[in-house]
Each structure stands twice: as C-alpha cells, then as structure tokens.
C-alpha cells in the first residue's frame, strides 16, 4: 500500500498558473507509475497526467501542451505544473500510485485526499 499526499490547490485566475505535488511513501513497487486524475462537480474522474518510475508520460488531450507532469524518484514526489488554465480545468485533483502501467483505468491504485483546483476570475 502507498500513502500519498497532495499540495499545491488553490484559485488561479484564467491564463494563470498553478504546481500541485504529491509526496509518497509506502511500498515503492506500488509506486511504478504515479500521476493525476481529476473529477469535476457531477462528473466522472478523469485521467490528467501520469509518469513511470522510468519517465513515460501520457496526458489526457485537454491537457496536452499546458500540463507537465514529473517526477523525483529519490523523493517519491511527482509534480503537476499547470499553465494556461481554463475554467474547466477546474476540480479536485487526485494523486494516484499504481504498479502497473493503465492509465486508462481509473479505479485503480492508491489515492490521496484530494486537492481543490479552481480557476476562475
């Protein structure tokens, strides 16, 4: 099991920015690939970003060229850097753990508490 704690939310204005991290600790085979989902009010939770221990990335389309996501593998942190924000990029964003590489699969892995995005003027 992982346990995983997030920091970084808050409110950014429309074309601002935002890095949220999440701190890990646990078993490191769980912590193949971490990375971040997000889930909107009355909606689904959704994949943003995530990052292999070796450095493979997938992002979700909306995000593509404003995200990045990396990682400090001596630290088990990953980080979420987000430009450009958009209302809709406002939610809560989650910081998962997983050892096995399915991003694709929401429910599934370890999860933090959550932390609250919101992007509004």
């Known amino acids: 099991q992982v346990q995983l704690g997030e920091s970084g939310g808050g409110l950014a204005q429309p074309g601002g920015s935002l890095r949220l991290s999440c701190a890990a600790s646990g078993s490191r085979s769980s912590m193949y690939v971490m990375g971040w989902y997000r889930q909107a009010a009355g909606k689904r939770r959704e994949l943003v970003a995530v990052?292999?221990?070796?450095?493979?990335?997938r992002y979700a389309d909306s995000v593509k060229g404003r995200f990045t996501i990396s990682r400090d593998n001596a630290k088990n942190t990953v980080y979420l850097q987000l430009n450009s924000l958009k209302p809709e990029d406002t939610a809560v964003y989650y910081c998962?753990?997983?050892?096995?590489?399915?991003?694709?699969?929401?429910?599934?892995?370890?999860w933090g508490q959550g932390t609250q995005v919101t992007v509004s003027s």
């Open positions: 998962n753990a997983r050892n096995t590489w399915s991003p694709g699969i929401v429910d599934f892995g370890s």
């Open positions: 990052i292999t221990r070796d450095g493979m990335t």
